[in-house]
T-cell receptor, first 111, second 114 residues
């Protein structure tokens, strides 16, 4: 069964702190992995897409890594800001266009 | 470049009614996938269309259906609404498909069933 788990479910940090969000998946035969941000009541905004052949992707203060063999991905956020407060979801793409989402990590960055 | 557009944004229905939601993908994208998001179940895949053909379907009852038009716009329909159908319905578009290309989501349609 293809399951995606995100830990922790919620995280609160002071502004300026570096932080790591975790995503694990049970089936390592993935096509890609994508990190999204979701603000309350809104759709998902794509942050980073990692293809199965890649180990990491970077965009600004965000860095995502992928370790297929261990079934893990991490999203690293540097120098967090209050505007980073949102729910972060990882999604794992499998064959037949099957996409599995984690339950998300709700991040609060306090000023 | 226009993003993914979903209409309506909010709607209220009563049990037993039916509803149709619309999704216009990013220009050039041929894949449209639909998801249901609830606090208890999270994001769950409904179905995906590519060039007017349904390629994959999630584990939802037959009351949930969809279609895609030649211009890639997609609609989903839920018949005989139940209270448990209250959710945020999201659609996403991509060039090749949800698991092979980058996904772009709309703002969602929030359905409340009374």
């Amino acid at each position: 069964k293809q399951e995606v788990t995100q830990i922790p479910a919620a995280l609160s940090v002071p502004e300026g702190e570096n932080l790591v969000l975790n995503c694990s998946f049970t089936d390592s035969a993935i096509y890609n992995l994508q990190w999204f941000r979701q603000d309350p009541g809104k759709g998902l905004t794509s942050l980073l897409l990692i293809q199965s052949s890649q180990r990491e992707q970077t965009s600004g203060r965000l860095n995502a890594s992928l370790d297929k063999s261990s079934g893990r991905s991490t999203l690293y956020i540097a120098a967090s800001q209050p505007g980073d407060s949102a729910t972060y979801l990882c999604a794992v793409g499998y064959n037949n266009n099957d996409m599995r989402f984690g339950a998300g990590t709700r991040l609060t960055v306090k000023p | 470049k226009a993003g993914v557009t979903q209409t309506p944004r909010y709607l209220i229905k009563t049990r037993g009614q039916q509803v149709t939601l619309s999704c216009s993908p990013i220009s050039g994208h041929r894949s449209v996938s639909w998801y249901q998001q609830t606090p208890g179940q999270g994001l769950q895949f409904l179905f995906e269309y590519f060039s007017e053909t349904q390629r994959n379907k999630g584990n939802f009852p037959g009351r949930f259906s969809g279609r895609q038009f030649s211009n890639s716009r997609s609609e989903m329909n839920v018949s005989t609404l139940e209270l448990g159908d209250s959710a945020l319905y999201l659609c996403a578009s991509s060039f090749t498909g949800p698991s092979t290309g980058e996904l772009f989501f709309g703002e969602g349609s929030r359905l409340t069933v009374l």
